[in-house]
């Protein structure tokens, strides 16, 4: 896209839209929106991505609303190759060493990670299928 980024995330439940970058550095990705996991497929399969909840600086980060996402809500992810709606399938702490949310699928997904106000040693995970 003409920002550099991979495409752009909309919840309209959360009233979000955040554009997708892809950095070597996962937290600089995430100074400029969201963030693609790059060990994740860019469109199809599992897509990976993270963005903070509250950012450095105390304000607001753009997942900072995902713990409200119920089963059935809508996420929609457009990129160069398209645009795919996704259902929420799941929202689910994990811990902040489990990766396997992450693992590759043939099934379409997104994967949203971000963390956990108060618990450091946890994630917050939301997938979505498409």
């Known amino acids: 896209m003409e920002d550099g980024s991979l495409g752009v995330l909309t919840v309209e439940k959360l009233r979000l839209s955040v554009n997708v970058f892809e950095s070597p550095d996962q937290m600089e990705?995430?100074?400029?929106?969201a963030a693609h996991f790059s060990s994740t497929s860019a469109w199809d399969g599992n897509v990976g991505l993270s963005a903070h909840n509250i950012n450095f600086d105390g304000t607001d980060g753009y997942f900072k609303n995902?713990?409200?996402l119920t089963e059935g809500d809508m996420i929609r992810y457009q990129t160069a190759l398209g645009e795919r709606s996704y259902t929420v399938r799941s929202v689910q702490?994990?811990?902040?060493s489990?990766?396997?949310?992450?693992?590759y699928t043939d099934e379409n997904q997104?994967?949203?990670i971000t963390c956990i106000s108060g618990k450091p040693e946890k994630r917050l995970c939301v997938q979505a299928v498409g």
Do not use: F, R, V
Request: hydrophobic share 45%; proline share 5%; glycine share 10%.
């Open 29 to 33: 990705a995430m100074t400029k929106g």
């Open 66 to 68: 995902l713990y409200t």
């Open 93 to 96: 702490e994990i811990d902040a």
């Open 98 to 103: 489990d990766w396997s949310p992450l693992g």
């Open 110 to 112: 997104l994967t949203l």
